[in-house]
């Protein structure tokens, strides 16, 4: 059983155009996330949810909105793609931060983002 | 700003040998720190934590250490197999949450 799944997998798409990235866990986990690595292979976090609550905004541009339908969906949408947007993104959960600090983070396989 | 530094050169190692990969991070004060390995085309997956009260934390053949005077991390694969070569990145966590702080990642190759 996939844990943490994300689809698509592969995206390639045209500048200027809008896609999604779902993701979904099924772990009962609390907390869900989205990372960006570059092709430096730099992973930086983007959002997290708590419980459908957003607790984590980085400095991402606002061309990028998360929606977290319930606790185990995180979904990532994406307007007026841009050259600088290509990279993996990545899906991931953990138990939730009331219940306990420092958990493991359980992440999925990808998605990776070519905007030509 | 935080930052975090592990060493961008690949480790190439023989099988059996040990490989020792370094976490140094400044302006920080973790109260967590998380290994994780990383194989071409996957998601990152948790090894190890660490907390600041402990020196040393082991799993297997795996042993990290923890030194908050040092401001760094070492993790240890002992008896290194084929299997081990990947991607590892180191991950300190503050005391308020989950918000993870990846370094960039040291391959090992582990030759047979």
């Known amino acids: 059983d996939t844990a943490v799944s994300q689809t698509p997998k592969y995206l390639v798409t045209q500048m200027g155009n809008d896609k999604s990235i779902k993701c979904e866990q099924n772990?009962?986990?609390?907390?869900m996330y989205w990372y960006k690595q570059d092709s430096k292979k730099f992973l930086k976090i983007m959002f997290s949810?708590?419980?459908?609550?957003?607790?984590i905004n980085e400095t991402v541009p606002n061309r990028f909105s998360p929606k977290s339908p319930d606790k185990a969906h995180l979904n990532l949408h994406i307007n007026s793609l841009e050259l600088g947007d290509s990279a993996v993104y990545f899906c991931a959960s953990s138990q939730g931060t009331s219940r306990r600090v420092g958990n493991e983070q359980f992440f999925g396989p990808g998605t990776r983002l070519t905007v030509l | 700003s935080q930052k975090i530094e592990q060493n961008s050169e690949a480790l190439n190692i023989q099988e059996g040998k040990t490989a020792t990969l370094t976490c140094n991070y400044t302006?920080?004060?973790?109260?967590?720190l998380q290994w994780y390995r990383q194989d071409p085309g996957r998601g990152p997956v948790f090894l190890l934590l660490?907390?600041?009260?402990?020196k040393e934390k082991r799993k297997e053949r795996l042993k990290v250490t923890f030194d908050t005077t040092l401001k760094q991390s070492l993790f240890h694969i002992t008896a290194s197999q084929p299997a081990d070569s990947a991607t590892y990145l180191c991950?300190?966590?503050?005391?308020?949450?989950?918000?993870?702080?990846f370094g960039g990642g040291t391959r090992v190759l582990v030759k047979p």
């Open positions: 660490i907390r600041e009260n402990e």
């Open positions: 991950a300190p966590l503050g005391a308020a949450g989950n918000k993870l702080t």
């Open positions: 302006n920080y004060s973790p109260a967590y």
């Open positions: 772990l009962g986990h609390d907390t």
């Open positions: 949810y708590n419980n459908k609550e957003l607790i």
